[in-house]
């Protein structure tokens, strides 16, 4: 579980977020949209310990995110793809656990590269593949550590959008098996509310957490969910309440 209790960030005096309260619960996938630097990123790296709150408090399981990440508990995507070009789709996957301690295990990573539509490309080296394959063995990667909490800060920014939707019905199967907690940010608002449980949008400046929308649609999300009206009434509602916040 995911906790922050009035967590306010500066940087250098410029207020990025303030008094943001969440809870995440374990296993909860929640997804975060907003307009371009509402402090999106900035609540992300806040959780996973890559930027210290200036005032408050964040708890990944009662822990603090530095000893979340020394214990290999948070695995991070990023859009830009952060793989070793010189290492094979494979090495890449098994490598960071590898260096989280972990023994890698080849057949684990393996089957998880086939999971993710990349059977035959194990020992292709990045340059090799294509900007939706990266990402895909990106996500290998971050699920081989085995982590509790994935944190996706736009992982699909740079694809196609048959590329992405594609992406995202297979990220949402994954979850239904795997069960992580997954906090992900989007630009894109139908993808916030196809992956999400719980749909957070954020606004102003320094960021806020403007408004929570609980998900509702049916398992197993497919393709064909974009088409329902449920669907996209529920866009709508976001979408409407991002542009009457957007200043
Ligand atoms: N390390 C930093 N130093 C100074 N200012 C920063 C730093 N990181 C972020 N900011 C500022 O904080 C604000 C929020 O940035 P952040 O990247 O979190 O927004 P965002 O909502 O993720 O934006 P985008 O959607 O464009 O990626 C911006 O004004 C940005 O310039």
Redesign the pocket.
């Known amino acids: 579980m995911i906790s922050l209790e009035d967590v306010t960030v500066a940087?250098?005096g410029?207020t990025?977020?303030s008094n943001v309260d969440l809870r995440v619960e374990q296993g909860e996938f929640v997804t975060i949209v907003?307009?371009?630097?509402?402090?999106?990123?900035?609540?992300?790296?806040t959780i996973g310990g890559l930027?210290e709150p200036t005032s408050g408090r964040v708890r990944i399981d009662g822990r603090s995110p530095e000893a979340a990440q020394t214990n290999a508990d948070i695995g991070f995507v990023f859009q830009q793809h952060t793989l070793f070009p010189w290492k094979s789709a494979l090495e890449n996957v098994t490598f960071l656990r590898k260096t989280a301690g972990n023994a890698p295990e080849a057949d684990a990573a393996r089957a998880l590269l086939r999971s993710m539509g990349l059977e035959g490309f194990e020992d292709a080296r990045p340059k090799e593949l294509s900007g939706g394959m990266k990402q895909r063995v990106s996500i290998a990667r971050a699920l081989h550590l085995d982590a509790d909490v994935l944190l996706m800060?736009?992982p699909f920014g740079e694809l196609d959008e048959i590329t992405r939707d594609e992406l995202g019905v297979e990220i949402r199967d994954l979850w239904r098996r795997e069960r992580k907690t997954v906090v992900f940010?989007t630009?894109s608002v139908p993808e916030a509310v196809f992956l999400a449980d719980r749909c957070l949008v954020?606004c102003g400046?320094p960021?806020r957490i403007e408004a929570t929308f609980d998900v509702d649609l049916p398992e197993p999300r497919e393709e064909d969910v974009f088409g329902t009206r449920s669907f996209q009434e529920q866009v709508a509602q976001v979408r409407q309440t991002l542009h009457e916040n957007y200043a």
């Open positions: 940087f250098d410029f990025a977020i907003g307009p371009s630097g509402c402090g999106k990123t900035t609540l992300l790296r930027e800060d736009e940010v630009h954020m400046q960021g």
